[in-house]
């Protein structure tokens, strides 16, 4: 199948393969749209099955970062970066340099940043071969501690404080109290946990790996469960923080939650999901706007600004939610619906 009749093509500007054999890198650039400024998205390392599966993911994430960047007034636009291969296996310095030299020969039309499965060190070899790689340092942190350039601390805080809104607008309450299952544990997921822990909520978490589990259990007071049953327990929000479409067909059926409030992009399998939650009674949080803090973090680190100035845009994610949800309600509309009107107003002008 052409690239161009791929279900999720989206009139992309820009989508780049690399084959480096010397090193194994197998990897896939996507520009969605430019309009508002160069394409800026991380780079995300991940054991994809197929690269069928790689590009499905690519193009998804690519243009949830243009709507993410409009929805956050960020001058910037959207694209991403996907790496096939296990982090933890087949990673190493001399892929990343030849990943970095992947984002050179795009002359600057995508520029790179911190994902799934890569870190602050991985983009600073990155960035030997590139000038185009944002995130391998920083000046700002949103509670004013010493920042090393990883954007995960302002993307957590930023989904904190969308799901306070959230579970606010849908229950009226404050999070004490609250059951909250995270679907991973990753540098978003467990932090996450930990300001939802100081805030009181009762937690449940999953995660393919034990280390994270079982810090959660002994530091949060977490209960664990398994993947399969993370989705399907009766408690009062679901934050999905692992990789997307999680929330699908059959997941949805067994859905008990009344909001959906997580860091995973991509979190509804097809668009069509949000009115079927609409009319289950749920609340959701449309992924892009509430893990929006990455970006924006990132934005910050750009220009001169400060610590407070970076907290006051990240605790903008609540209000723009309420907004979204407000809309939604008065005109009878799905939240994701309303979030993408919103979103293609500020980019498609």
């Known amino acids: 199948m052409s690239v161009f009749d791929h279900i999720e093509f989206d009139e992309h500007e820009h989508v780049a393969f690399c084959h480096d054999k010397e090193t194994g890198l197998k990897a896939i650039i996507a520009v969605h749209n430019s309009h508002l400024g160069p394409a800026l998205g991380g780079c995300r390392m991940w054991p994809y099955a197929s690269s069928e599966e790689a590009l499905n993911d690519v193009l998804r994430l690519s243009k949830g970062m243009t709507y993410k960047a409009a929805m956050a007034n960020l001058s910037q636009g959207g694209g991403k970066a996907v790496i096939i291969g ?5 990673k190493t310095p001399e892929m990343m340099r030849a990943m970095g030299r992947f984002v050179e020969s795009l002359s600057g039309k995508y520029i790179s940043a911190e994902d799934s499965g890569m870190s602050v060190s991985d983009l600073k070899l ?4 590139s000038t185009y790689i944002s995130g391998t340092k920083a000046s700002y942190h949103f509670a004013g501690e010493e920042a090393d350039g990883n954007p995960a601390p302002s993307t957590a805080y930023g989904v904190f404080v969308g799901v306070k809104a959230s579970v606010e607008y849908k229950f009226g309450t404050s999070l004490k109290g609250k059951k909250v299952a995270i679907q991973g544990l ?5 932090r996450l946990a930990e300001h939802l822990h100081r805030e009181g909520a009762e937690l449940y978490v999953a995660d393919i790996y034990p280390e994270s589990l079982n810090r959660a259990k002994e530091q949060l007071n977490a209960t664990i469960v398994s993947p399969q049953e993370i989705l399907m327990l009766d408690v009062d929000v679901v934050a999905p923080c692992a990789m997307g479409a ?3 067909r059959q997941s949805v059926e067994t859905l008990k939650a009344k909001v959906i409030a997580g860091a995973a992009n991509n979190q509804l399998a097809t668009e069509d999901l ?8 749920v609340l959701y949080a449309p992924d892009y706007v509430i893990n929006a803090g990455g970006i924006i973090d990132i934005y910050h680190q750009k220009m001169l600004s400060s610590n407070e100035a970076l907290k006051t845009h990240l605790e903008k994610i609540g209000h723009t939610l309420r907004e979204i949800y407000s809309r939604a309600d008065e005109q009878k509309l799905a939240t994701n619906v309303v979030a993408n009107s919103l979103a293609e107003e500020k980019f498609r002008k």
């Open 86 to 90: 296990d982090p933890r296996v087949h």
């Open 126 to 129: 990155m960035a030997e071969e």
């Open 186 to 190: 990753g540098h978003v997921g467990y």
């Open 274 to 281: 949000g009115e079927v939650l609409r009319s289950k009674g």
């Open 246 to 248: 999680t929330i699908n």
